[in-house]
Every structure is written in structure tokens, then in C-alpha cells.
């Protein structure tokens, strides 16, 4: 739907509601006034509160030797658990003393605030200049291209007129060709004149946010204005959003400078913390024997050898057979299994007479 902007007063309350400019800055104004309940955040206690949570696993292994048996048989006890652990804490701190940063950070960011306020003032002073500004050269446009339609209209008639008594004989060549450039002149103006109102409304739909319909005149603001030079010039320096702003932020300057000092100043706080551990005791291990006697039974079916009746005669070869021989009896037992036990040798006993 498009709205219709019929009075000066109407077009102003258009672009105070719609122009992008000025909503902005009301955006940046309430950004600025989030800076207070911050700085005041310096008087309140501060909490923290911290959790952790893990998961270990626990593996010991054990290695006894029984010395009763030879070759030794060797025991591996193997403990295992899963041992989940948890951890939480909380602290409390309390700002006592800090050179009285939070006082004037608090200040400073009030001393924001209003300037932010003028400098919104400044923004909307201009918005609304800006969109007197367009209503007013939209009218002056739109009748200098009501006149220049007018003109050529005329210059045409004119041109029509003239060519007519050149047909009679009364003008010459001369007048007519002047004719025509006062025509063609007049069509180059109301061009240029169109241009400039397409302009103007764009210009119209920019800052006031609407599209322009029946404008009527404005209204003088004489009445508003201050009546003498000076009074306006007082009128100036102590209602200008300009220079509130200025004097505003001379006072945000001012306080960043205590803020600053306030860092060579003792601090003074108070601070409480807790902090509780979980942690999971195994309550059953799992447990592996592993008697590792193997290589025992081994050696001992291994050296199960029958001595041999001449020693002397074989001792060039008793290396080989007694590693041979073990070997024999190594592999017999385990090809029976691990609980088959090799034979004693029986010793020979000397011949009756």
C-alpha cells in the first residue's frame, strides 16, 4: 500500500518512524545502555563453578616364583578394574576495595549513555532537515516541470503560428528557424526537468521511506525560531546536541584517566571455595593365575638319559647325543600332552654270582 504524503508534518512523522539512518542509532543506543548494568556488575559477587569427570583403568600384574619345585614354576597374578572418577568445585569472589574502578566505570558508561542520546538528538535533527529538505524540492521540481510542459506546449504553438504566416509571406525563413530552436531549447529543459523530479522522488522514498503522492505547500516555521542573533547563538551552545555530546564525552575521557590510576591502588576482595572428589575403589579384581612350568617338565624329560657304559668311548659325541636325545623327549611329551610325566630311568643293579 502506498502512503500518501499530503502535509510537511506528515512527511516528518514518515521518515522519524521509517528512516533506516535513525533506526540505527536507536540500535546503537541501546547497545550503549547495556554498558551500564556491566560496570555496575562490579558491586555484585562473582560464582564459578567447575565439573570434570574421567574414566581410568587399572592393570597391575604380579610375577611369584615357587622356590619348592625345580626348574622353578613361575605364577602371573593379573588385576584388573575400571575405576570411573568425578570432580566438582565452586568459588565465590567479592570485591571489597579496587581503587574505585566500579564507581567510575559506572559513571563513565552513564556519561555514555548520554552522549549517545545527543548524538542520536544530532541524527534525527538532520533526518528530519534531510526530509523537509526532500519534501520541499520534490514541490519545487514537480512545478518547474508543470512550467516547462507549459512552455513547450506554448513555444509549439508559437512555432505553428509562425510557419503559418511564413505560408502567407508575411515572416521569412529567419523567424521560423527561430522558432524552432525556442521549441527545441524548451523540450531540452522540460527533459532536464524530468530528470530532476525522478531524482527528487527517489530522493523522497530514501529518507522519508514512502513513496510520494499529492504533496501540498508547506508551512513557514518563522514563529519557531529565535527572534535576535544572540539569542539563538545561547539557544546553540546550551541545547545543541553537538556540543552536549562534546561535553559528554570530555567526561568519558576524564574518567578513563581515574580508571587507569585506579590500577596503582590496593585491591581488597574476599574469596570462598569448595571442591569435593570422586572417586570410584574397586570393590572386585579380576584375578589370573598362570603357572608357567613348562619349560620345566620339559627339561626334566629332556635330561631323562641313560648314562652310557663307557663314557670315555663316547665322549667325542656326548654333546650331540645329549641334545639330540633331549630333543626326542622334549617333543614325545608334548605330543602326549602337557600332563604326561616322562619315566624314571631305572638304574642297573650288578650281577648276582
Given at each position: 500500500?502506498?502512503?500518501?504524503?499530503?502535509?510537511?508534518?506528515?512527511?516528518?512523522?514518515?521518515?522519524?518512524?521509517?528512516?533506516?539512518?535513525?533506526?540505527?542509532?536507536?540500535?546503537?543506543?541501546?547497545?550503549t545502555d547495556e554498558n551500564v548494568p556491566q560496570a555496575l556488575s562490579?558491586?555484585?559477587?562473582?560464582?564459578?563453578?567447575?565439573?570434570?569427570?574421567?574414566?581410568?583403568?587399572?592393570?597391575?600384574?604380579?610375577?611369584?616364583?615357587?622356590?619348592?619345585?625345580?626348574?622353578?614354576?613361575?605364577?602371573?597374578?593379573?588385576?584388573?578394574?575400571?575405576?570411573?572418577?568425578?570432580?566438582?568445585?565452586?568459588?565465590?569472589?567479592?570485591?571489597?576495595?579496587?581503587?574505585?574502578?566500579?564507581?567510575?566505570?559506572?559513571?563513565?558508561?552513564?556519561?555514555?549513555?548520554?552522549?549517545?542520546?545527543?548524538?542520536?538528538?544530532?541524527?534525527?535533527?538532520?533526518?528530519?532537515?534531510?526530509?523537509?529538505?526532500?519534501?520541499?524540492?520534490?514541490?519545487?521540481?514537480?512545478?518547474?516541470?508543470?512550467?516547462?510542459?507549459?512552455?513547450?506546449?506554448?513555444?509549439?504553438?508559437?512555432?505553428?503560428?509562425?510557419?503559418?504566416?511564413?505560408?502567407?509571406?508575411?515572416?521569412?525563413?529567419?523567424?521560423?528557424?527561430?522558432?524552432?530552436?525556442?521549441?527545441?531549447?524548451?523540450?531540452?529543459?522540460?527533459?532536464?526537468?524530468?530528470?530532476?523530479?525522478?531524482?527528487?522522488?527517489?530522493?523522497?522514498?530514501?529518507?522519508?521511506?514512502?513513496?510520494?503522492?499529492?504533496?501540498?505547500?508547506?508551512?513557514?516555521?518563522?514563529?519557531?525560531?529565535?527572534?535576535?542573533?544572540?539569542?539563538?547563538?545561547?539557544?546553540?551552545?546550551?541545547?545543541?546536541?553537538?556540543?552536549?555530546?562534546?561535553?559528554?564525552?570530555?567526561?568519558?575521557?576524564?574518567?578513563?584517566?581515574?580508571?587507569?590510576?585506579?590500577?596503582?591502588?590496593?585491591?581488597?576482595?574476599?574469596?570462598?571455595?569448595?571442591?569435593?572428589?570422586?572417586?570410584?575403589?574397586?570393590?572386585?579384581?579380576?584375578?589370573?593365575?598362570?603357572?608357567?612350568?613348562?619349560?620345566?617338565?620339559?627339561?626334566?624329560?629332556?635330561?631323562?638319559?641313560?648314562?652310557?657304559?663307557?663314557?670315555?668311548?663316547?665322549?667325542?659325541?656326548?654333546?650331540?647325543?645329549l641334545m639330540s636325545t633331549a630333543i626326542r623327549r622334549g617333543l614325545?611329551?608334548?605330543?602326549?600332552?602337557?600332563?604326561?610325566?616322562?619315566?624314571?630311568?631305572?638304574?642297573?643293579?650288578?650281577?648276582?654270582?
Amino acid at each position: 500500500m502506498t502512503a500518501r504524503a499530503d502535509t510537511l508534518e506528515w512527511a516528518l512523522v514518515q521518515a522519524y518512524q521509517n528512516n533506516p539512518s535513525l533506526n540505527a542509532q536507536r540500535a546503537a543506543l541501546r547497545a550503549t545502555d547495556e554498558n551500564v548494568p556491566q560496570a555496575l556488575s562490579g558491586y555484585r559477587p562473582k560464582l564459578s563453578v567447575t565439573a570434570s569427570g574421567g574414566f581410568n583403568y587399572f592393570d597391575q600384574v604380579n610375577k611369584t616364583e615357587n622356590q619348592q619345585v625345580f626348574p622353578h614354576p613361575v605364577f602371573y597374578t593379573s588385576l584388573g578394574s575400571d575405576l570411573p572418577t568425578r570432580q566438582f568445585g565452586a568459588t565465590a569472589t567479592q570485591t571489597l576495595f579496587n581503587g574505585f574502578q566500579t564507581a567510575n566505570r559506572t559513571r563513565q558508561a552513564e556519561s555514555g549513555v548520554f552522549g549517545a542520546r545527543e548524538t542520536l538528538r544530532l541524527t534525527e535533527q538532520q533526518v528530519l532537515l534531510d526530509a523537509a529538505t526532500a519534501y520541499m524540492n520534490l514541490i519545487r521540481d514537480q512545478a518547474i516541470l508543470d512550467l516547462n510542459r507549459r512552455n513547450v506546449e506554448v513555444l509549439t504553438e508559437q512555432l505553428k503560428q509562425t510557419r503559418d504566416r511564413f505560408n502567407v509571406g508575411e515572416v521569412t525563413r529567419t523567424d521560423v528557424a527561430q522558432a524552432e530552436s525556442r521549441l527545441a531549447a524548451g523540450r531540452s529543459q522540460l527533459l532536464q526537468a524530468q530528470s530532476n523530479y525522478i531524482t527528487s522522488q527517489a530522493n523522497y522514498r530514501r529518507v522519508i521511506g514512502v513513496d510520494p503522492g499529492r504533496l501540498n505547500p508547506g508551512t513557514p516555521v518563522d514563529r519557531l525560531s529565535p527572534a535576535t542573533l544572540p539569542r539563538a547563538i545561547t539557544a546553540g551552545e546550551t541545547e545543541s546536541p553537538s556540543v552536549l555530546a562534546a561535553m559528554y564525552g570530555v567526561d568519558v575521557a576524564e574518567l578513563a584517566v581515574k580508571i587507569s590510576e585506579a590500577a596503582l591502588y590496593p585491591n581488597l576482595g574476599l574469596t570462598a571455595a569448595y571442591a569435593q572428589n570422586y572417586q570410584t575403589i574397586p570393590q572386585e579384581l579380576r584375578t589370573t593365575n598362570v603357572s608357567d612350568n613348562l619349560p620345566s617338565r620339559f627339561i626334566k624329560a629332556a635330561l631323562n638319559i641313560p648314562p652310557f657304559a663307557n663314557p670315555r668311548k663316547h665322549l667325542a659325541n656326548s654333546a650331540s647325543m645329549l641334545m639330540s636325545t633331549a630333543i626326542r623327549r622334549g617333543l614325545r611329551w608334548c605330543r602326549a600332552g602337557a600332563n604326561w610325566t616322562p619315566p624314571r630311568r631305572r638304574s642297573r643293579q650288578p650281577p648276582r654270582r
